[in-house]
């Protein structure tokens, strides 16, 4: 079955940049989606087909993918921000499964 | 508004049967795909299943294949996840969610979930 790899953690300041990967094989011939969930919430969904955001997403959040890297770049970090990240694909080759990255912490110091 | 709302979660012991609802308003629910997907304490999300408009295309990751049946009820606007063989790993607040399924497979609206326990 196909594998995401995410990192644990990423920490950033207030104002900077994160950039939280998504690493598959071939990642870069499907299409990646990215979801963020704060503590006690269902998940939203912040990125779909690597880099279109859905209304009411501010224009920060900003997604690419090549290779076996996808990327979540958010901009000018808010404390808001603060949540867990998740990438998913849909693997059309291993019986049509939903695939989950293991998530990814940011911490906004 | 799309609206999903879970039910039917709570505590069950290790080998029982549960069913959890999905209650869906605001949207067509006959022309969406839907999906269940869960997250154990402190763990990361996990596909479980999902189910086409029509109900006709199943699909159900390894953990739950043979134990849990995705079904709904286009009339009812609703979604069901049959859980059988019930196991502690299973415990978990469980979700759905609308899918978008047009060439690719993204899920664009969750209910808030419903907590599954399973333990003696």
């Known amino acids: 079955s196909y594998v995401l790899t995410q990192p644990p953690s990423v920490s950033v300041a207030p104002g900077q940049t994160a950039r939280i990967t998504c690493g598959g094989n071939n990642i870069g011939s499907k299409s990646v989606h990215w979801y963020q969930q704060k503590p006690g919430q269902a998940p939203v969904l912040v990125v779909y087909?690597?880099?279109d955001r859905p209304s009411g997403i501010p224009e920060r959040f900003s997604g690419s993918n090549s290779g076996n890297t996808a990327t979540l770049t958010i901009s000018r970090v808010e404390a808001g921000d603060e949540a867990d990240y998740y990438c998913?694909?849909?693997?059309?080759?291993?019986?049509?499964?939903?695939?989950f990255g293991g998530g990814t912490k940011l911490t906004v110091l | 508004q799309v609206q999903l709302v879970e039910s039917g979660g709570g505590l069950v012991k290790p080998g029982g049967s549960l069913r959890l609802s999905c209650a869906a308003s605001?949207?067509?629910?006959?022309?969406?795909?839907m999906s269940w997907i869960r997250q154990a304490p402190g763990k990361g999300l996990e596909w479980v299943s999902y189910?086409?408009?029509?109900?006709?295309?199943?699909y159900y990751a390894d953990s739950v294949k043979g134990r849990f049946t995705i079904s709904r009820d286009n009339a009812k606007n609703s979604l069901y996840l049959q859980m059988n063989s019930l196991r502690a790993e299973d415990t978990a607040v469980y979700y759905c969610?609308?899918?978008?399924?047009?060439?690719?497979?993204?899920?664009?609206?969750w209910g808030q979930g419903t907590l599954v326990t399973v333990s003696s």
């Open positions: 087909d690597d880099s």
């Open positions: 189910i086409s408009s029509s109900g006709s295309t199943i």
């Open positions: 998913q694909v849909w693997d059309s080759s291993s019986d049509h499964q939903i695939v």
């Open positions: 605001g949207f067509t629910f006959s022309d969406y795909y």
């Open positions: 969610a609308r899918v978008v399924s047009s060439g690719y497979y993204l899920l664009d609206y």
